[in-house]
């Protein structure tokens, strides 16, 4: 995602790592700096975004299975 917004994810995913182990943080695409999850108005669960993620993937790849 970061790369996608044209932000350094080499740099920001490791600062992100670091704050997330105290309080939920993201990352503001606009600004591209990281701030707490409340400041942003995220309130979705990361675990079910991981597991969207992981069930459309599977998804993906059970279709390119097919021939």
């Known amino acids: 995602m970061c790369d996608n917004a044209g932000l350094n994810s080499n740099f920001i995913i490791p600062q992100l790592n670091t704050k997330i182990e105290k309080e939920p943080h993201g990352i503001s695409v606009s600004s591209g700096q990281i701030e707490a999850s409340s400041e942003l ?6 675990r079910s975004k991981w597991w969207a993620i992981k069930l459309a993937t599977d998804a993906a790849v059970t279709i390119l299975r097919v021939d």
Do not use: A, Q, W
Request: hydrophobic fraction near 35%; aromatic fraction near 16%.
């Open 41 to 46: 108005k995220i309130y979705d669960h990361m």
